[in-house]
């Protein structure tokens, strides 16, 4: 299976991820202009009647776009579904994406086919987030398009798998869209991911610290001031694993390095995980490449001159 030729046209092979609280049409709007995937939960739409709102904004200012540049049309855009039983939107969303034909959706916490078929009926393909083989298997036997492997270091909810190994594991009997998640934030690092056997970089945190996230000052600071050596790995949050700032932690009155476990049956994205998320920071490791917080669409320019740089330095050393 090749990539679909609407994600091949990309400036650079980057799928920005979808934000919790943080991706807005805002930033989706500045990513696809920009060149690369942007994306959002769908649930960042709050009520849910804002979803329909959103996605009227995304898709009417993409084509207006794409009339004014007709020789540098705007990269497909891609909403994210959570699947898992806590998730009571997920039908109302789903038939609000059905309604706007959103080319790609991005599924996580489950894989079903019967949300797999829904978007296969309006034309639109579905990538699954995985952290290991045997779940890359299961969102594949259930229909879903391509795999967003989520390897260790990503930020928000993450595997402990090297992405030497994940890779390798799933490229062994998957030739799909694949994309590589996990301290994403250079232009080197998308290439790195290629050289593996990937197809996109999947690229979150650093895209947090750009003018048109909705997050807070004092997030993006964070991010702009940490280093991998500020990021905690803790289930308590919201019943899953997931990388965090420390700094965030450490101003909720929690002592990062001294954590508890958390119920996985607590595991809530429509209610109280709304406050985990907004005051403790989801974040990936590979912030340190993030010096400043900048329009998206430096952000780009800068993962594309990276990107270049290093395919032409590898050429010259081989």
């Given at each position: 299976?090749?990539?679909?030729?609407?994600?091949?046209?990309?400036?650079?092979?980057v799928i920005g991820s979808p934000l919790f609280i943080v991706s807005n049409p805002?930033?989706v709007i500045a990513q696809c202009t920009s060149g690369v995937v942007g994306s959002?939960?769908?649930?960042?739409?709050?009520?849910?009647?804002?979803?329909?709102?959103?996605?009227?904004?995304?898709?009417?200012?993409?084509?207006?776009?794409?009339?004014?540049?007709?020789?540098?049309?705007?990269?497909?855009?891609?909403?994210?579904?959570?699947?898992?039983?806590?998730?009571?939107?997920?039908?109302?969303?789903?038939?609000?994406?059905?309604?706007?034909?959103?080319?790609?959706?991005?599924?996580?916490?489950?894989?079903?086919?019967?949300?797999?078929?829904?978007?296969?009926?309006?034309?639109?393909?579905?990538?699954?987030?995985?952290?290991?083989?045997?779940?890359?298997?299961?969102?594949?036997?259930?229909?879903?398009?391509?795999?967003?492997?989520?390897?260790?270091?990503?930020?928000g909810h993450a595997g402990v798998k090297s992405p030497f190994a994940l890779i390798?594991?799933?490229?062994?009997?998957?030739?799909?869209?694949?994309?590589?998640?996990?301290?994403?934030?250079?232009?080197?690092?998308?290439?790195?991911?290629?050289?593996?056997?990937?197809?996109?970089?999947?690229?979150?945190?650093?895209?947090?610290?750009?003018?048109?996230?909705?997050?807070?000052?004092?997030?993006?600071?964070?991010?702009?001031?940490?280093?991998?050596?500020?990021?905690?790995?803790?289930?308590?949050?919201?019943?899953?694993?997931?990388?965090?700032?420390?700094?965030?932690?450490?101003?909720?009155?929690?002592?990062?390095?001294?954590?508890?476990?958390?119920?996985?049956?607590?595991?809530?994205?429509?209610?109280?995980?709304?406050?985990?998320?907004?005051?403790?920071?989801?974040?990936?490791?590979?912030?340190?490449?993030?010096?400043?917080?900048?329009?998206?669409?430096?952000?780009?320019?800068?993962?594309?001159?990276?990107?270049?740089?290093?395919?032409?330095?590898?050429?010259?050393?081989?």
């Amino acid at each position: 299976m090749s990539v679909p030729a609407f994600l091949s046209r990309l400036r650079i092979p980057v799928i920005g991820s979808p934000l919790f609280i943080v991706s807005n049409p805002k930033l989706v709007i500045a990513q696809c202009t920009s060149g690369v995937v942007g994306s959002m939960p769908a649930l960042n739409a709050r009520p849910a009647s804002q979803l329909d709102e959103w996605l009227h904004e995304i898709t009417e200012t993409l084509a207006a776009w794409d009339l004014d540049h007709p020789n540098q049309k705007a990269a497909p855009f891609a909403i994210n579904q959570i699947v898992h039983k806590s998730n009571d939107r997920l039908e109302h969303d789903m038939q609000v994406c059905a309604k706007y034909r959103v080319p790609l959706v991005i599924t996580s916490l489950g894989a079903r086919t019967d949300v797999n078929d829904a978007v296969h009926a309006w034309g639109g393909i579905v990538m699954h987030d995985i952290i290991n083989n045997a779940f890359a298997r299961k969102a594949i036997e259930k229909g879903a398009d391509g795999l967003i492997a989520v390897a260790a270091g990503a930020g928000g909810h993450a595997g402990v798998k090297s992405p030497f190994a994940l890779i390798q594991e799933i490229r062994e009997w998957f030739d799909g869209p694949l994309a590589l998640s996990g301290s994403m934030a250079t232009g080197g690092a998308v290439l790195a991911a290629q050289a593996m056997g990937a197809d996109f970089g999947y690229i979150g945190s650093a895209f947090i610290a750009t003018d048109e996230a909705r997050a807070s000052d004092d997030y993006k600071r964070c991010i702009v001031d940490s280093t991998s050596d500020d990021i905690v790995y803790s289930n308590l949050f919201t019943g899953v694993h997931g990388n965090y700032l420390k700094p965030s932690v450490r101003n909720a009155g929690l002592d990062p390095d001294q954590l508890p476990q958390s119920d996985p049956s607590k595991m809530n994205f429509g209610g109280d995980a709304r406050k985990a998320w907004k005051d403790i920071w989801g974040c990936g490791q590979g912030i340190g490449a993030v010096k400043a917080v900048v329009p998206t669409r430096v952000l780009v320019d800068r993962l594309a001159a990276e990107y270049q740089a290093a395919r032409a330095h590898l050429q010259l050393r081989g």
